[in-house]
Nanobody, 124 residues
Framework: QVQLVESGGGSVQAGGSLRLSCVAS??????MAWFRQTPRNEREAVAS????????DYVDSVKGRFTISRDAIKTTVYLQMNNLVPEDTAMYYC???????????????????WGQGTQVTVSS
């Protein structure tokens, strides 16, 4: 069972930055991703990175502002979030998949391991 532990959330003003970290207890062979969820919305994929080649994917609303990256041994994934806006306020979850389907899924159903989440709050 892979365990994921997130850190780095907090409260910032609009225009500020935060960096989220996710440490996995072991290497997974598929993808690692960040999702976010608010009480009103479904859990949505924000960014993902494949374990193998490091392919990245972003939801349109964060392109140019967020960057997903990983460390050399591929068990820690980061989400650098710049120019934050109030709409980015959500609980952010780290996710990992244990199989590679040729792409990183955007659906939460494509991931079988989840962290507990870290809250990001952006004030205007």
């Amino acid at each position: 069972q892979v365990q994921l532990v997130e850190s780095g959330g907090g409260s910032v003003q609009a225009g500020g930055s935060l960096r989220l970290s996710c440490v996995a207890s072991e290497l997974t062979s598929g993808c690692m991703a960040w999702f976010r969820q608010t009480p009103r919305n479904e859990r949505e994929a924000v960014a993902s990175i494949s374990t193998g080649a490091g392919y990245t994917d972003y939801v349109d609303s964060v392109k140019g502002r967020f960057t997903i990256s990983r460390d050399a041994i591929k068990t820690t994934v980061y989400l650098q979030m710049n120019n934050l806006v109030p709409e980015d306020t959500a609980m952010y979850y780290c996710a990992a998949s244990s199989s590679w389907a040729g792409y990183c899924p955007r659906s939460k159903l494509g991931y079988n391991y989840w962290g507990q989440g870290t809250q990001v709050t952006v004030s205007s």
